[in-house]
């Protein structure tokens, strides 16, 4: 119950990124089970753009949507996280780098790592430990 007002006491803008954010996780998370990651990438790249936003909002907060909303959608993993804010920030008309890295750390072994960047910095993906990790790929660059 403590949710649900902690839910309709945000603004409408608010609420409205929020669900934004579940949808695009979920999406996502459907398309990573039963699609190719090429076909993702490309669903992803081409998601169309919104003449205007909506709601104004920062990259920032639309981040925290996801991160919100990510508790919701099960095996929603730091991949699916970075492609939903990609689709959130790229029909806003940013411009987002989606970056893959692996570490192999002696005490925890191998271990791989997605973040989104979006002018110029980390947007959602930065765990305090992004330079232990040798990026391998960069995509969605535009």
């Not at 902690?6 to 409205?16: D, G, I, K, N, W």
């Not at 076909?39 to 919100?68: D, G, K, M, T």
């Not at 996280?81 to 920030?89: E, S």
């Not at 191998?110 to 002018?119: D, M, P, S, T, V």
């Amino acid at each position: 119950m403590k949710r649900i007002r902690r839910f309709f006491a945000l603004s409408r803008q608010e609420r409205s990124l929020l669900f934004s954010a579940a949808m695009s996780l979920v999406a996502v998370r459907i398309a990573l089970r039963v699609l190719p990651f090429s076909r993702v990438l490309r669903i992803v790249e081409r998601w169309p753009r919104l003449p205007a936003p909506i709601a104004p909002f920062s990259v920032q907060r639309a981040a925290w949507a996801i991160q919100r909303t990510a508790c919701w959608v099960p095996w929603a993993t730091c991949l699916t996280q970075a492609l939903a804010l990609a689709i959130i920030l790229r029909r806003a008309g940013q411009h987002t780098e989606l970056n893959i890295g692996v570490a192999n750390d002696p005490g925890t072994g191998f271990e791989a790592h997605a973040w989104l960047r979006c002018e110029g910095r980390v947007a959602l993906g930065d765990n305090g430990r992004l330079s232990s990790y040798v990026p391998i790929l960069s995509l969605l660059q535009r």
